[in-house]
């Protein structure tokens, strides 16, 4: 199967940035430099590829596209509202769990993943998620993650952040995806030159990311994650049965096979690393928000190709 032998693929460059942290020359510090390679680089060049050859998607299918993914978040929303319940969480791990359901990765592991299996025409499917995802991570998100104090110096402190993350949503990824719908709908050609240019940068995506997301779990404790039992069954939610029946529904819907592609990878896809960084910065359980990202991530190498399997059935 293609998807098991991409996420095969992606796992053994995972395992390269491990083994790389463990020998000190892929430090925090690097991670980070190259993190922000990925975010401010090497993705809006790759939603900018994707419009740059010959276009043949139909306007009414982008349209169509837009709806499902804002439907797709509207319904992740109001799972993650039952979801701490479900699994009788803390009361302080309400948000955690409520971001981490409804935000997956798909800048880092999403984008990589559609680029191989269906060519870079389908990100522009994909950049289309981008829009409303981080509108969400930095309203939604941080509402979720903001815990209620009465100290005001705190309060004043949140309240802070949340305007400069505010800020945020008029970010690179976002803007990137405003100018491919802007070059698409107005039939706009790129020269050649500045097309290869985007090629060659998007081309840094896969590898790069999977690199830093290897390092990272250089500093976890694989013990901890696994003897985690919550949220263990949280994952297999997450992973498995939240996609399959997001698609069962979907295939109800669509037929264009590509479409069904990019919003299977959307749904499959793990906890989102922005998850970790939030609940850092406004101080929300980051101990359990990054063994979230690393135990969904391990496991969807194996969970996404499942994923996949199953759905080729309906």
């Known amino acids: 199967m293609l998807i098991l032998q991409q996420m095969l693929v992606l796992f053994f460059v995972m395992l390269v940035g491990f083994f790389m ?13 190259i993190s922000w390679m990925v975010v401010n680089i090497a993705n809006p060049a790759m939603i900018l590829s994707s419009v740059s050859g010959d276009n043949q998607i139909e306007s009414q299918e982008l349209i169509i596209t837009i709806i499902i993914s804002l439907s797709m978040f509207l319904s992740l929303m109001i799972l993650a509202i039952w979801i701490p319940m479900l699994f009788n969480v803390k009361r302080t791990q309400y948000g ?10 798909i800048g880092f592991m999403g984008f990589p993943i559609i680029s191989a299996l269906y060519g870079k025409e389908a990100l522009f499917y994909a950049s289309l998620f981008v829009l409303p995802y981080n509108i969400l991570i930095y309203t939604y998100g941080i509402l979720c993650l903001s815990s209620k104090t009465e100290n005001k110096k705190i309060e004043s402190k949140k309240a802070n952040l949340l305007i400069d993350s505010l800020k945020k949503i008029g970010n690179i990824g976002v803007l990137a995806s405003l100018a491919a719908l802007v070059l698409y709908f107005g039939n706009i050609r790129l020269p050649e030159m500045f097309s290869q240019v985007f090629d060659m940068f998007a081309d840094l995506t896969a590898p790069l990311s999977m ?3 290897g390092a990272s779990f250089g500093s976890m404790s694989f013990k901890d994650m696994l003897t985690d039992i919550r949220l263990l069954i949280f994952s297999i939610v997450k ?4 996609p399959i029946l997001g698609m069962w529904i979907l295939t109800k819907f669509i037929e264009n096979p590509m ?3 990019v919003c299977l990878v959307m749904l499959a896809t793990p906890v989102g690393s922005m998850t970790a960084m939030l609940a850092q910065q ?7 928000a990054s063994r979230g990202v690393a135990l969904t991530t391990l496991l969807s190498v194996v969970t996404i190709p499942i994923v996949a399997a199953v759905c080729k059935l309906f």
């Open 21 to 33: 942290q463990k020998k000190g020359i892929l430090n925090d510090d690097m991670s980070q430099k």
């Open 96 to 105: 955690v769990y409520r971001v981490m359901t409804v935000f997956s990765n």
């Open 211 to 213: 690199m830093v997301i």
């Open 239 to 242: 992973l498995l049965i939240l």
């Open 259 to 261: 479409l069904l592609g």
């Open 282 to 288: 406004y101080e929300c359980d980051k101990d359990l």
